[in-house]
T-cell receptor, first 106, second 113 residues
């Protein structure tokens, strides 16, 4: 079955601390993976996709096919990073995880 | 370009009624997907339309239906509303290919009483 698992509902860190939001997927084919972010009172928007191999707002994510993971990382969290983060798997449709709320305290 | 537009923003209905939600995709986008977002379940895929045809469907009962018009605008209908249908319904569009990113609207918040 195609599935995306985000084990943490809430992740709280202090400003300047490293952040890692976990994402594991289940898919037998070649995966297309995304991270979406939803800031307070804003629409859900794409943060990054694995195929681009970019760093957006200091965030990176590496696809690990052996561990079927696509964790989102940032070395130094900022208060403005506080948001809801969703990992998504693209197959014939886009399947989302249940999301992780990141809280960055000053 | 204007973003994905969903109307109305808020709806309050009673059990047993039906409701229609509307979505206008980004100009040039031919694919429209619908998702149900709830605090407990996150984003659940409802269906995707492409060129007026349903291309994919999630695991929702037949009370949930949709359609797409020739201008790519889409509507979603829920009949015989239940309390559990209360949710934020999100529409998203993309150009055409399966793995291109989705662009989301602000959603329609449906409350069933």
């Amino acid at each position: 079955a195609q599935r995306v698992t985000q084990p943490e509902k809430l992740l709280s860190v202090f400003k300047g601390a490293p952040v890692e939001l976990k994402c594991n997927y289940s898919y037998s084919g070649s995966p297309e993976l995304f991270w979406y972010v939803q800031y307070s009172r804003q629409r859900l928007q794409l943060l990054l996709r694995h195929i681009s191999r970019e760093s957006i707002k200091g965030f990176t994510a590496d696809l690990n096919k052996g561990e079927t993971s696509f964790h989102l990382k940032k070395p130094f969290a900022q208060e403005e990073d506080s948001a809801m983060y969703y990992c998504a798997l693209g197959t014939d449709k886009l399947i989302f995880g249940t999301g992780t709320r990141l809280q960055v305290f000053p | 370009k204007a973003g994905v537009t969903q109307t109305p923003r808020y709806l309050i209905k009673t059990r047993g009624q039906q409701v229609t939600l509307s979505c206008s995709p980004i100009s040039g986008h031919r694919s429209v997907s619908w998702y149900q977002q709830t605090p407990g379940q996150g984003l659940q895929f409802l269906f995707e339309y492409f060129s007026e045809t349903q291309r994919n469907k999630g695991n929702f009962p037949g009370r949930f239906s949709g359609r797409q018009f020739s201008n790519s605008r889409s509507e979603m209908n829920v009949s015989t509303l239940e309390l559990g249908d209360s949710a934020l319904y999100l529409c998203a569009s993309r150009p055409s290919s399966y793995n291109s990113p989705l662009h989301f609207g602000n959603g329609t918040r449906l409350t069933v009483t």
